[in-house]
């Protein structure tokens, strides 16, 4: 029994050795397909992997010793006597303990996966306030001496304007920043300096640098005033336009157009004159629906890190070489990198992704675990009760009351294993409520799919056996001992 144990154990081991190696090989495809922007070394160490190898034939041999411990103790008279009155003998109640215990586990592991799996749809379902299909975005940095005799506004001016008349772009802007960074990295407070409330305290606003065409290429709407112009530029007082809500925060009884606010504690930022106010935006797929932003001329100010960001018709990456060489055709800036906005937000969201890649990996694991010991389990019983099963149906039992025999067993593990597991799942998924979005960690839809596919995986799992119990011939069943 205990060579049996041995040797099952080590073909385990080498299995799981060839799923593991098969399973990097393809998160290594996975990610440099893109679907997952991280670098990550997951190719096969043989330490890690001697090391799991050890520890699964370890257990093995281990969960083998108490069976054949007690084998090797048994008095052979009472084996025989066992044997010969054996009549529906079913798994011990350790057994049926540990599938129980089984079970619940993977129900916990498949609350946390769908509470993960849902939060991540409800942040890929956030309505930002703008369009993010068909973005492209380019960081630029200058050429070697590439803003010597540098005039700013006539260059950016041109830039734009050659890059918009390419073929699949429709629109171009340039920005201090990508849209899809998180607000935290770009916050000031606000305060109005005009208007009946220039006393009141200060908000926590986002705030961006953006030239002419930004709102129109992010399809961002302006509810009252105007765009920036290439007018806007050093030689004009400040101007500013703000989110609607700011508005309302700033000058909730009188119109914004106009008033004064001041923005940090830059000096060059203390008057700003309000030209316009735009549609409230999401400065991150995360959090932060509705920030309050303030977004300032980039001609007026010189120190800025030019984002190209440019409105395509039809696939965005499609027309990036033609605007690479456009933009090095004019012999002073390169782009640094090219993506989509698509892109970026996929970016923002990989801790989310991978949280939810792994606990889904884990849940499909665990489901896969249960599967195998409720078909394990009601195998053995099947073949424990061939006997009585054939005494059943040689006194009129029809197949249904023999399934219904065989599969209440499962019924009654499964059952009780969600009774366990319910509450355990209740109580830790309140660990991860930080990390949901959108969703309670109590949430009743997921908890609901997770026991139903439960129930489904373990019903699946039981067919076999039961249709097996079902197809036993009577006289087969009672010559078996």
């Known amino acids: 029994m205990l060579t049996e144990s041995l040797l099952l154990s080590v073909g385990g081991a080498l299995a799981g050795l060839l ?19 991280l670098v990550l070394d997951l190719s096969s160490d043989l330490r890690v992997l001697g090391f799991t190898a050890t520890i699964a034939v370890l257990t093995g041999i281990l969960f083998g010793l108490t069976p054949a411990w007690r084998a090797a103790r048994a008095d052979p008279g009472r084996l025989l006597q066992q044997y010969s009155q054996r009549l529906g003998g079913g798994v011990g109640r350790v057994g049926r303990l540990l599938v129980s215990v089984q079970v619940a586990l993977s129900l916990i592991s498949l609350v946390a996966a769908g509470l993960f799996v849902r939060s991540l749809q409800n942040l890929r379902s956030v309505d930002p306030g703008f369009r993010s299909q068909g973005l492209l975005i380019m960081l630029l940095n200058q050429k070697p001496g590439g803003y010597q ?30 849209v899809g960074l998180p607000t935290d990295y770009y916050k000031e407070p606000v305060s109005a300096t005009s208007g009946a409330f220039s006393l009141s305290g200060s908000v926590e606003a986002a705030y961006n640098t953006v030239s002419p065409g930004f709102f129109e290429t992010l399809g961002i709407p302006l509810l009252k005033g105007r765009d920036f112009s290439w007018q806007d530029d050093q030689h004009v007082p400040r101007v500013a336009i703000i989110s609607q809500n700011l508005a309302r925060q700033l000058f909730p009884s009188s119109d914004a157009l106009g008033q004064h606010i001041r923005l940090g504690t ?25 920030a309050a932003a303030v977004y300032l001329a980039y001609l007026q100010d010189e120190y800025n890190q030019p984002f190209v960001q440019v409105r395509t018709r039809g696939e965005p990456l499609a027309v990036a070489a033609g605007l690479r060489h456009e933009i090095g055709a004019l012999g002073r800036e390169y782009p640094l990198f090219t993506k989509t906005l698509s892109q970026e937000f996929d970016r923002i969201l990989l801790p989310e992704r991978l949280m939810t890649m792994l606990s889904g990996s884990f849940g499909v694991l665990a489901l896969l675990l249960v ?5 394990g389990l009601l195998s053995y019983t099947v073949t424990r009760q061939t006997t009585e099963i054939g005494i059943r149906m040689a006194l009129g039992a ?33 660990l991860i409520s930080s990390q949901l979005f959108g969703l309670k960690p109590t949430d009743p839809l997921t908890i609901a799919m997770a026991t139903l596919l439960l129930l489904a995986v ?24």
């Open 19 to 37: 799923l593991a190696r098969w399973a990097s090989r393809f998160l290594v495809n996975f990610m440099w397909a893109g679907l997952i922007p």
């Open 149 to 178: 005799n540098f005039n700013r506004t006539a260059y950016y001016h041109e830039l734009t304007d050659r890059l918009s008349r390419l073929p699949g772009a429709s629109s171009v802007c340039l920005s201090n920043g990508m």
């Open 266 to 290: 830059s000096r060059e930022n203390q008057d700003l004159q309000i030209v316009g106010v735009a549609s409230n935006i999401s400065f991150s797929p995360r959090r932060n629906r509705t």
């Open 371 to 375: 599967s195998i010991g409720l078909y």
């Open 398 to 430: 029809q197949p249904k009351n023999v399934q219904w025999l065989v599969l209440r067993e499962t019924l009654l593990l499964v059952l009780i294993g969600v009774a366990i597991g319910l509450p355990v799942a209740l109580a830790s998924s309140r």
């Open 458 to 481: 373990a019903a699946v799992a039981g067919y076999l056996p039961v249709r097996r119990a079902s197809q036993v011939d009577p006289m087969v069943a009672l010559r078996y001992e």
